[in-house]
Nanobody
Framework: QVQLVESGGGLVQAGGSLRLSCAAS????????MGWYRQAPGKQREMVAI???????AYADSVKGRFTISRDNAKNTVYLQLNSLKPEDTAVYYC??????????????WGQGTQVTVSS
């Protein structure tokens, strides 16, 4: 069983910063991808940033240059530094862990979500 525990959300003014953390526990393969997705009210969940255990990272265009994803593989923890926040960044942020077991399809695990609210 895999569990993801997030922390770090909150209310911040536009231009401010937050740092999200997500710790994974359980049966975790060393080769995996961890990242962050977000879902605003009335919108679909979207990828924000992901980073593989090998170090490859990808960002949504809307957050490039403002958000930074990092991870500590030894602790199975992923971080998201959110800078220069905008009201449109307001959403529930979900931590994601994707692993492939053997020859099967990738499996996604999700955290419970943490609210980020940016006031104008």
């Amino acid at each position: 069983q895999v569990q993801l525990v997030e922390s770090g959300g909150g209310l911040v003014q536009a231009g401010g910063s937050l740092r999200l953390s997500c710790a994974a526990s359980g049966s975790i393969f060393s080769s995996n991808t961890m990242g962050w997705y977000r879902q605003a009210p009335g919108k679909q969940r979207e990828m924000v940033a992901i980073r593989s255990s090998g170090g490859t990272a990808a960002y949504a265009d809307s957050v490039k240059g403002r958000f930074t994803i990092s991870r500590d593989n030894a602790k199975n923890t992923v971080y998201l530094q959110l800078n220069s926040l905008k009201p449109e960044d307001t959403a529930v942020y979900y931590c994601n862990l994707r692993m492939t077991r053997g020859l099967g399809a990738p499996v996604d695990y999700w955290g419970q979500g943490t609210q980020v609210t940016v006031s104008s």
